[in-house]
């Protein structure tokens, strides 16, 4: 299976002061099966090599000179964390018993927010938040904890409504 890639260029992006994030996942979610991303940047974005490892995408970085970086990024055929919404959404959850509005603050307070919140939980427990963005970050480190999760962006794309079940991974099949 061939893969083929979409470029995106974000120096021009930073050299203006933006932040590039939003961009790359925007183009993340445009692709379509056995479509690949071509990342340039300044530097070799270690923390999204993560983030979209967490997603299901392979990586290969090489520096092309004058400290500039080509990421080749390629569907590895699995489907991102295990709690994805796509790997429970038939399942039914239990209703939530807390609920956090983090919409108005500025990362990376409503990750430490919901870190906290659930160590307060008992298992089996569920928390609802709402978010100004996705909590790309926030997965790998509820995976690790042992936590599923579920969420996406309202029908507006302005609030991301995150599900989080309180050491349930042992629970998928």
């Known amino acids: 299976m061939t893969t083929t890639f ?36 300044p530097f070799k ?3 999204l090599l993560q983030v979209l490892a967490s997603r299901g995408f392979d990586y290969e970085a090489r520096e092309i000179g004058d400290g500039d970086w080509e990421v080749l990024f390629r569907p590895s055929g699995e489907h991102g964390p ?26 990376p307070e409503p990750m430490v927010r919901i870190l906290a919140e659930v160590e307060q939980m008992a298992p089996g427990e569920v928390m609802s938040a709402l978010l100004g963005r996705e909590p790309v970050f926030l997965f790998p480190e509820l995976e690790k904890r042992g936590h599923r999760w579920k969420g996406g962006f309202d029908s507006g794309g302005t609030t991301y409504r995150l599900l989080v079940w309180i050491n349930a991974k042992e629970r998928v099949g």
Do not use: Q, Y
């Open 82 to 107: 295990v709690g994805s919404a796509e790997e429970v959404s038939s399942e039914r959850w239990p209703e939530p018993v807390r609920h956090l509005d983090n919409r108005d603050l500025e990362p």
């Open 6 to 41: 979409v470029d995106l260029d974000v120096r021009p992006l930073l050299a203006a002061g933006d932040e590039p994030f939003g961009k790359i996942m925007e183009t993340v979610a445009s692709l379509g099966p056995d479509v690949g991303l071509r990342l340039v940047a």
């Open 45 to 47: 974005p270690i923390p």
